[in-house]
């Protein structure tokens, strides 16, 4: 924004927001299905390839589409739909590829229930340290309906 000239101001806000929400959204689609295929018992890397099998497709397409819908504003002659379009298209492109992108890496250290919690050296506290595998155990695939494993 500084090397356009774009300022924050009263105008420009909402439309930061709405590239915020979008990346939000971008963000959500893959995690809902990752989580979901988690929540069946499988690893990390297969839910999240999956999820991009599902979702990560659509999320580029989408991403792309919107970008190049709005690039076409950096052409007005009015300066402010001119900037918007240049921002937006920045915004939406950026996000797409953080969500598919930093969304496995992030999961890596918050998602992935093969990371041990205790690793970070303090064994001072051992009342909550160790769980038995029955209190971690995640439902198996047939303890969901059928329409809803066949989605995935």
Do not use: F
């Given at each position: 924004?500084?090397?356009?000239?774009?300022?924050?101001?009263?105008?420009?806000?909402?439309?930061?927001?709405?590239?915020?929400?979008?990346?939000?959204?971008?963000?959500?689609?893959?995690?809902?299905?990752?989580?979901?295929?988690?929540?069946?018992?499988?690893?990390?890397?297969?839910?999240?390839?999956?999820s991009l099998d599902f979702t990560g497709r659509v999320v580029a397409l989408i991403g792309l589409t919107m970008a190049a819908g709005v690039i076409t504003w950096a052409w007005s002659p009015i300066k402010f739909q001119a900037d918007m379009g240049i921002l937006l298209t920045f915004m939406f492109l950026w996000n797409m590829l953080g969500a598919l992108i930093l969304i496995p890496a992030l999961s890596h250290f918050l998602l992935n229930p093969k990371r041990n919690p205790d690793d970070s050296g303090d064994s001072s506290d051992e009342e909550g340290a160790a769980l038995s595998a029955e209190q971690v155990r995640r439902p198996s695939a047939s303890s969901y309906k059928r329409e809803e494993v066949a989605s995935f």
């Open positions: 924004m500084v090397v356009l000239g774009i300022g924050l101001k009263v105008a420009t806000l909402p439309v930061i927001a709405v590239g915020v929400g979008v990346g939000v959204d971008y963000a959500l689609y893959l995690l809902s299905v990752q989580v979901a295929v988690q929540e069946r018992g499988e690893s990390l890397a297969v839910a999240y390839r999956r």
